[in-house]
């Protein structure tokens, strides 16, 4: 599909035009909705505001706004000239560096953003758009940059990764239609929002490439107000981090529905490991079936997936089409089934790198192949996810996988929700710490039944030497929880 088009417009909005379904719906929001023809001529729009400002190719527009058909417009109106668009979290803890490390031409913000001083900004009135006149799409070469998704910067200063028009196709023409075989009657909500890998997706684009129509809902997500959209719209795929899908099994267990989810056909879980149990509950409540996968901002696709009617409970299922995987040592040599193995990604979306990061681009991409921080194992073509480079630890000259630990941890009926982590205890050794939320009271009895039942479901040396009862983990603002946070906390409490 790249070969037929060059600028992303073309692939996500023009050619359902082209192909007679312009009056098709594109795009609901809070306020009201566009037909792919409302929202070509809703970029057009933004591009020539944007031009007229003097904003050209390669340069850099800042996209701070809430889930909106506004959002839509600025990425595509911004792309559709040839400068690089990068989607920021509106408020986020890290917006003050982002804009400085991003050097962006202009940022797109509501009137009542709290940005820093001196920053060119400008604000995008839907309403106004459709009386403005529309430059065309332009026309470049398929390599050339033109958006980057930030990190969450939990680790750190958050990187730009950074991604050519052409870039987008491949999880369009692969995953999109071989694992959730989107077709223009679907209607797709992204729990997870825009500015994130994972809503950008499943959220944004991979539906527009389809001819599906994207709902979004500006507000903060919450069990009550997802369940509210999906009902409105009538939502067909629904896509959620597996903190949501397990704050939702909890509320259904809670509340009797009935027939939530009724229009749901699929559902994905990504962005972090989901629990067997997640999935079990799921299913027993819902009838709906989560499918897991697991992708990365620096593929702008989802490599590993399971599939409808094939659930793997705690796996992350098969390679999609158009990708390849290798699971290699630090050295760089492939690893046997059942050995772990730090993940490496050959797909025709990888990124060209880090924005304005030589040295961590180095350390990621290399030639076709980029290497990820995550570490997995294979057995028999089936992939089972273990956590990342820095989560991972020994006890005792053993490996120890969070996301196991985590997974024992939630089949335990008194526990909610779980993190684990490791500590240095008094005597400077490698220990398990589990942060752990829970529906009975907390005390040492728990506690030392929680380390009874994960020594028995996998081994003593995985059992948490260090439990610790909290209202709830500290997250990110995708919804994944934040691991540095908790190892942060554990360096500063006593065992329960």
Not at 49 to 61: F, P
Not at 118 to 130: F, I, K, Q, Y
Not at 289 to 299: K, P
Not at 411 to 438: C, F, I, K, N, S
Request: aromatic residues 6%.
């Amino acid at each position: 599909m790249s070969s037929v088009s060059v600028n992303l417009n073309d692939l996500l909005v023009v050619r359902h035009i082209r192909a007679g379904h312009g009056d098709s719906l594109a795009v609901i929001d809070d306020t009201g909705s566009w037909t792919f023809r409302e929202l070509d001529h809703a970029a057009g729009a933004v591009a020539d505001i944007l031009a007229a400002k003097g904003v050209g190719a390669g340069d850099r527009v800042a996209l701070v706004l809430p889930d909106s058909r506004a959002w839509c417009a600025t990425f595509l109106g911004a792309t559709r000239i040839g400068a690089i668009c990068a989607p920021l979290e509106p408020g986020g803890r890290h917006l003050d560096v982002t804009l400085q490390d991003l050097a962006a031409a202009i940022t797109v913000a509501e009137p009542s953003a709290d940005l820093p001083a001196g920053t060119r900004s400008m604000v995008v009135d839907v309403d106004e758009l459709a009386g403005l006149p529309a430059l065309p799409v332009g026309d470049v070469a398929p390599t050339t940059p033109a958006y980057m998704i930030f990190s969450s910067g939990s680790t750190g200063r958050p990187k730009g990764v950074v991604h050519a028009h052409k870039d987008l196709a491949a999880s369009i023409d692969g995953y999109s239609v071989e694992v959730l075989g989107l077709v223009p009657a679907d209607r797709c909500h992204s729990v997870a929002k825009l500015f994130a890998s994972l809503g950008f997706g499943n959220g944004f684009f991979r539906p527009l490439g389809r001819g599906a129509t994207i709902v979004l809902f500006a507000g903060r997500p919450t069990v009550r107000s997802v369940m509210r959209v999906v009902a409105d719209h009538k939502v067909s795929v629904l896509t959620g981090v597996p903190t949501f899908w397990s704050q939702l099994a909890t509320f259904l267990e809670r509340h009797d529905q009935p027939r939530p989810l009724a229009d749901v056909r699929v559902a994905v879980s990504s962005g972090d490991s989901l629990p067997a149990t997640v999935l079990s509950r799921m299913i027993e409540r819902t009838g709906v079936e989560l499918l897991e996968g697991l992708g990365c901002s620096e593929c702008s696709n989802i490599v590993l997936s399971t599939r409808p009617g094939h659930p793997m409970p705690g796996r992350l299922g098969t390679i999609v089409g158009g990708v390849e995987i290798a699971l290699r040592d630090e050295e760089g040599r492939e690893v046997a089934d059942g050995a772990p193995g730090r993940l490496w990604i050959k797909s025709p979306s990888n990124t060209t790198g880090y924005w304005a990061r030589p040295e961590e681009t180095a350390d990621v991409v290399h030639g076709e192949w980029i290497r990820m921080g995550d570490i997995l194992r294979r057995d028999d073509g089936v992939y089972r996810h273990l956590g990342r480079v820095d989560d991972i630890f020994k006890v005792d000259a053993r490996w120890v996988s969070p996301i196991e630990v985590e997974g024992a941890l939630y089949e335990h009926p008194a526990v909610t929700a779980a993190a684990v982590v490791a500590y240095t205890d008094e005597a400077g050794l490698t220990r398990v710490g589990a942060a752990v939320t829970t529906n009975q009271p907390a005390g040492e009895e728990l506690a030392a039944d929680l380390r009874r039942h994960v020594a028995h479901r996998l081994a003593p040396y995985m059992a948490p030497s260090l439990v610790r009862f909290v209202e709830d983990l500290p997250r990110g603002a995708t919804g994944k929880v934040d691991r540095g946070a908790i190892r942060a906390a554990f360096g500063a409490i006593s065992s329960i």
